[in-house]
């Protein structure tokens, strides 16, 4: 009679590559003389391992974790169109728990690798925005949905291709996006008009600045505002990544280049 495991082979049966998400030193151990390809896929390289894609986000779900790490195994040249891996991932806490077999395709290439790993501000800091926007996206302020705009990265042009409504706050500060008592400001001052503008590094360098670049030939999703309008358009203006809170919707979105690379809904997150 055939056992579970005879059963079950053909999920790895002739696999290009293994992607191992966030594993333990012992667990990544036993893949030692694995014949194919082994790529790590986690927040930091702890394994030491010989081939490693960063994952700057957590992505509490599996499809978008692994997702975001085929990407950045294709973008490494790690995998090409085609290649078929399997995805040892966890679904639940205690260690790898699951096996995902995936097919690569260029279809599912969206650019979220990119922007985490290419952008010209610090892959932590464009995570530390983030988590201000899906903060502010799950609770909103006093319980009423918000909109906010933020521009990472660049921050000189960004400065000069836009011009201020109100007083900035942080003019004479030399504070930093990911401080606790920075991004409960960040989400108070985020009931005004207007974008913040965080430097590559993290500084915040202005609130309520207006975007003042051209929208001519900048392609959006039918729906959205000027809001996401300016934010997408002022990527592709200067070496910047927009990350825009939909008061409407609720979504959070990213602009990098011009385009729309990533859409999270921040109750999912």
Do not use: W
């Not at 079950?8 to 002739?14: E, K, S, T, Y």
């Not at 992607?19 to 893949?31: A, C, D, K, N, W």
């Not at 291709?161 to 942080?170: D, I, T, V, W």
């Not at 309520?208 to 001519?216: D, G, I, Q, S």
Request: aromatic residues 8%.
């Amino acid at each position: 009679m055939a056992s579970l495991t005879d059963h079950l082979a053909d999920l790895v049966a002739d696999v290009d590559a293994a992607l191992l998400f966030s594993p333990t030193s012992s667990f990544y151990e036993r893949f030692a003389d694995a014949e194919v390809e082994v790529v790590v896929v986690a927040p930091d390289n702890d394994v030491d391992a010989e081939t490693f894609v960063e994952l700057p986000l957590p992505f509490d779900n599996v499809k978008d974790r692994i997702r975001f790490g085929i990407e950045g195994a294709m973008d490494e040249g790690l995998l090409a169109e085609g290649d078929e891996v399997a995805c040892v991932a966890s679904v639940f806490d205690g260690g790898s728990d699951a096996v995902i077999r995936a097919t690569v395709d260029e279809g599912v290439h969206t650019g979220i690798y990119d922007l985490f790993a290419n952008s010209r501000a610090e892959p932590s800091v464009i995570r530390d925005v983030f988590e201000v926007a899906i903060e502010l996206g799950q609770k909103g302020q006093k319980g009423k949905p918000v909109g906010a705009l933020f521009v990472v990265g660049d921050a000189g042009k960004v400065m000069n291709k836009s011009r201020p409504l109100s007083y900035n706050p942080f003019e004479k500060s030399h504070v930093h996006v990911g401080d606790p008592i920075v991004n409960v400001m960040l989400k108070e001052f985020s009931r005004l008009d207007g974008a913040f503008v965080v430097s590559d590094s993290g500084k915040i360098v202005s609130a309520y600045r207006y975007l003042e670049p051209a929208a001519e030939g900048v392609d959006i999703p039918k729906g959205l505002g000027a809001r996401h309008m300016s934010g997408a358009a002022i990527t592709r203006d200067t070496n910047s990544t927009s990350i825009v809170l939909s008061e409407s919707d609720g979504l959070v979105r990213a602009f990098k280049a011009g385009e729309l690379v990533l859409e999270i809904d921040p109750e999912e997150y």
